[in-house]
């Protein structure tokens, strides 16, 4: 049995995530299909990011640790855009993912590329180098979160 090095163990977590989002998202938009919604977005590359986010590749990684009772709360980023580019909180339960779009009209911070959270009465914020960027976050079940800047993946 080969041991797996740090690197390749970050790839192959990645690489999970990813796919576990691309199963979550085709789902949803099954859903929307069976029930003759149409699923249509005023920002293109988040809805192409929700389809096939394996267009998509990380340009940025900040990773923190959130702090609980013990309990599997949901993790709220409050500065966050929907499909339809309106505010909206997003709602990040333990041991899931999301994509979304950073909402950079809240105050200078969000401006500068920064996002806030809240988590059981608690409050705090991360920032990108870009700005309105678009997110994928991934929350463990250990409460370690990890945002993820996604860009286009042009590479050959």
């Known amino acids: 049995m080969s041991t797996l090095s740090r690197r390749n ?21 099954g859903d929307a299909e069976k029930t003759g919604e149409a699923k249509l977005t005023t920002d293109p590359a988040l809805g192409q990011a929700l389809k096939n986010p394996q267009m ?15 309990y599997s709360r949901d993790l709220f980023i409050t500065s966050g855009l929907d499909t339809d580019g309106k505010a ?25 590329g920064g996002m806030y959270w809240q ?20 929350r463990d079940r250990d409460d370690t979160v990890r945002c993820y800047s996604l860009v286009y993946d042009f590479r050959c």
């Open 119 to 138: 988590f059981f009465g608690k409050t705090g914020k991360v920032q990108f180098k870009q700005t309105s960027a678009l997110v994928m976050i991934v």
């Open 56 to 70: 998509f590749m990380f340009s940025e990684q900040i990773t923190f640790k959130i702090e609980g009772d013990g």
């Open 9 to 29: 163990a970050v790839k192959v977590a990645a690489g999970l995530a990813v796919g576990a989002g691309a199963l979550t998202a085709r789902e949803t938009l």
């Open 88 to 112: 909206a909180q997003v709602r990040v339960p333990s041991g899931s993912m999301r994509i979304f779009r950073a909402d950079a009209n809240v105050d200078e911070f969000t401006a500068s």
